[in-house]
């Protein structure tokens, strides 16, 4: 099977859903049970989060090729706060390519001349159906957009060549950052050439 197909591995065929029900629903949340058939007529009944928004960005804005951006900012998870990549959802109308470019003005303060969509990623496929759409931000130029932030929000430059020691901060633990700087560091040694198109 090749490595950038999303298909059925041979000789498999996706599991039949055979019946879907919303269980809970909050101001962000909705959370479905399915009861899916394998091929194999084994049959399960799974929990997921499903997506409520119309997409989410999250962008690595370099100053250049070796200084990104990161924020500093709360989150209501940890109680806690972290150093991560700027992130947020796609407002209704926009295209993911102007929510990347409002988000960055909003947090960071700079808007992009150059947007590249390097791919989508999720969080944690088995159970949650939430993705985000990466992007790299360059040719930055200063620009300010008030955000909905509670409070201002600290950017910290940081350097690409010492990603090695900023993933042992013990505030630096929000997975898809983490993992958007690494591929931007292998997309800017030409080591990761991007195959997905950007969602619509």
Request: aromatic share 8%; hydrophobic share 40%; with cysteine.
């Amino acid at each position: 099977m090749s490595l950038l197909s999303n298909s059925p591995p041979t000789g498999k065929q996706k599991p039949e859903i055979l019946h879907r029900k919303t269980v809970t629903r909050s101001r962000l949340f909705r959370a479905d049970e399915i009861h899916l058939r394998f091929s194999n007529g084994e049959e399960r009944h799974y929990e997921k989060l499903c997506s409520s928004g119309s997409g989410a960005v999250l962008i690595v804005p370099l100053l250049d090729e070796n200084t990104v951006l990161l924020v500093r900012e709360y989150a209501m998870g940890l109680e806690n706060y972290h150093l991560a990549l700027p992130k947020g959802a796609r407002d209704p109308g926009e295209t993911l390519y102007q929510a990347a470019n409002r988000e960055l003005k909003e947090e960071v303060g700079y808007g992009a001349g150059e947007l590249v969509f390097l791919k989508r990623i999720y969080l944690s496929p088995s159970y949650m159906e939430h993705s985000i759409n990466v992007f790299v931000a360059r040719q930055l130029y200063p620009e300010q957009l008030v955000g909905d932030e509670p409070e201002a929000i600290e950017v910290v430059p940081t350097k690409l060549s010492d990603i090695n020691q900023i993933m042992m901060r013990s505030d630096v633990c929000e997975g898809r950052s983490m993992a958007a700087l690494f591929l931007v560091r292998e997309w800017l040694a030409g080591h990761f050439i991007p195959t997905e198109d950007c969602p619509i």
